[in-house]
């Protein structure tokens, strides 16, 4: 019994890790069909400004839950200014420049901090179940993937912010006409991307450990979920990380993590045999 | 003509390559060469089957690691490379024709194809990461996990496994396979089957509606593309060795790169482009104080905003304009 609990728990971690990871990539890329293949260097530089925050003598909840937005939000808002802008509507080339500016910002983190893992002892300590411990810090990482989805669902769907977002998204020469500057509508929102991608690198930092090429372990991941999950990016993300998350935990815990990420992969691509346009392009498809 | 000509040229330049570089090059600089010439001939096969086929694949390295593998563990079994090449062209198509079933009979598209060619190399990349030990071992070659096959046996001549070809031989090898490759994919593009491929990437739906098998077609040329991956595959493993992180991601972004910065929708663009970024690549790494992956990255997002369209596109347009200038 209390192992089938346990099991549930590390399923819904690996559930919640994936949807933390994938937010960022899927707001990007569901909102202005941009993959940004350096979401994986923000999940990184969120890691490592909440490092030297912490190391200045900020309190731990505020490094890595405060710092990590604000340093990958301004991060993200200078790179839409300078590279993204040029870009819009050329998928493929968006898709080669986030590959150099990845690879730039590894080449850069390596030069300054070294090529070493440093990290945070996971804060909250744990808890017991019957025969095993479980770290309190996975069941906040839970907590606060749903935390997100419901804050992100409230913005776009709630605040007039988030309905010229989802206006100028649909049909921006409309929006244009009716007096919204689409350009300042993907600036906020690529920015607002990358925030995210900065949150959810702080918040991985305790369990990941932080190196100059963290990102490259989560990117193909977040990237399946989110494409996987379909065109209605916040509810195709959610379920798709629910089922790959799911599957890759439960498969780890019969045999090995190697295979469970294969099972990943694997259901992936089935899933997108069955479901050409993503999750959602056949299930929920009013869903947002 | 407009086929014959840069045929033959390309296998001038091959002979003379051939002939040439190993005299001038240490044996160092050699089978490096040697290695770019199988990245080029990667990147070609992608070039052929993005530029021309409109299949965006971002796992072309799935073939070309694949061909490798099977190389190795062919030829370390038959202790005779004769049968490991066919073996190793072999098991590449294959995978790409299965790969291409599922796809193009699925009618998937565009995004979800990359995403499907990525995993699919990526499962290869975690699956070989994980074959270390003594149980994973294929007749007598061990998988070896993390560390690959070190001891790739070389190529040998045909039928004489106790004559295995030096490291000049291997560099002429490779430099008219890559030739040959040219060839074929010129040749092919010119047939009739190339040319329903380009007219299906110029517009999916028309060509359909004028009573073309898509599928069939883009099945034929991704399988093509796979082959000369594998093929790309069995050169490398012959200067290197063979390894995961022929699967690895970086890997399989760098062929995108390459074929993006030669230009795309040409055959010889992919190949100036890999051996460009590769020669950029070599030099970065030897620059004390800099990381090579910092100069790069500056570097492709320069290329993309200023020659958007790739470096042969870009100067097939921009010589004419500068020649007429000129007074003759």
């Known amino acids: 019994m209390d192992y089938a609990i346990v099991v549930a728990l590390q399923i819904a971690t690996g559930v919640a890790t994936l949807v933390i990871i994938s937010l960022g990539l899927a707001v990007v890329f569901g909102m202005m069909r941009v993959i940004n293949l350096a979401h994986g260097e923000f999940l990184m530089l969120g890691g490592y400004s909440a490092l030297l925050a912490r190391g200045a003598g900020v309190n731990l909840w505020v490094a890595l839950l405060v710092v990590p937005p604000l340093a990958v939000g301004l991060v993200g808002a200078i790179v839409e200014r300078l590279l993204i802008r040029r870009l819009y509507g050329r998928m493929i080339d968006t898709m080669l420049a986030t590959w150099g500016l990845s690879l730039a910002l590894i080449g850069g983190v390596n030069m300054v901090f070294g090529n070493s893992i440093s990290g945070f002892s996971a804060p909250l300590g744990s808890f017991v179940v019957g025969r095993f411990h479980v770290a309190s810090y996975d069941m906040f990482l839970v907590v606060a993937a749903v935390v997100l989805s419901l804050a992100i669902w409230a913005v776009l769907r709630l605040t007039p912010a988030g309905l010229l977002a989802r206006g100028t998204m649909q049909n921006p020469e409309m929006a244009a006409a009716l007096g919204v500057a689409p350009e300042r509508v993907y600036a906020v929102t690529f920015a607002a991307g990358a925030a995210l991608s900065g949150l959810a690198g702080g918040l991985i930092a305790p369990v990941a450990g932080v190196v100059p090429t963290m990102g490259t372990a989560y990117i193909a991941k977040a990237f399946i979920a989110v494409i996987t999950g379909g065109a209605a990016m916040l509810a195709g993300t959610l379920v798709a990380s629910g089922l790959l998350g799911t599957v890759a935990t439960a498969v780890t815990f019969l045999s090995t993590p190697v295979f469970g990420e294969v099972a990943l992969l694997a259901v992936a691509i089935v899933l997108l045999r069955l479901l050409p346009r993503g999750i959602t392009g056949r299930f929920l498809r009013r869903a947002l | ?328």
């Open chain 2, 1 to 328: 003509m407009r086929t014959a000509l840069p045929i033959a040229l390309a296998l001038a330049v091959a002979v003379l390559a051939a002939l040439l570089l190993p005299r001038l090059l240490e044996l160092f600089a050699l089978i490096n060469a040697t290695v770019f010439v199988s990245m080029a001939l990667l990147a070609l096969s992608l070039g052929l089957v993005w530029g021309f086929g409109g299949i965006l694949c971002f796992g072309q390295t799935a073939f070309f690691g694949l061909g490798a593998y099977s190389y190795a563990i062919a030829a370390i079994n038959f202790g005779d490379s004769t049968a490991a090449v066919p073996i190793a062209l072999a098991m590449p198509t294959l995978l790409a024709l299965g790969l291409g079933y599922l796809m193009f009979y699925g009618r998937i598209s565009d995004v979800y194809m990359g995403v499907i060619t990525l995993t699919t190399t990526l499962i290869l990349n975690k699956f070989t990461n994980s074959t270390a030990g003594d149980e994973w071992r294929i007749g007598s070659a061990p998988l070896g996990g993390f560390n690959g096959i070190p001891g790739t046996p070389p190529l040998n001549v045909p039928f004489h496994p106790d004559i295995p070809l030096d490291p000049e031989q291997v560099f002429d090898v490779a430099v008219i396979c890559l030739a040959l490759c040219y060839a074929v994919a010129k040749l092919v593009l010119r047939s009739r089957f190339g040319r329903v491929a380009m007219a299906i990437r110029e517009n999916e739906v028309r060509a359909e509606l004028l009573g073309y098998d898509v599928r069939l077609h883009k099945l034929g040329l991704f399988a093509l593309g796979g082959a000369m991956a594998g093929l790309a595959g069995v050169l490398f493993a012959n200067c290197v060795f063979v390894s995961p992180t022929m699967f690895s991601l970086s890997y399989a972004g760098q062929v995108i790169i390459w074929v993006l910065v030669g230009g795309l929708g040409t055959l010889v663009g992919p190949v100036i482009g890999a051996i460009l970024v590769q020669l950029l690549t070599t030099y970065a790494g030897t620059l004390p104080d800099l990381d090579p992956n910092l100069l790069l990255g500056v570097l492709f997002m320069l290329a993309v905003v200023i020659v958007p369209l790739g470096l042969l596109p870009t100067a097939q347009a921009v010589l004419p304009r500068l020649r007429r200038r000129v007074p003759a």
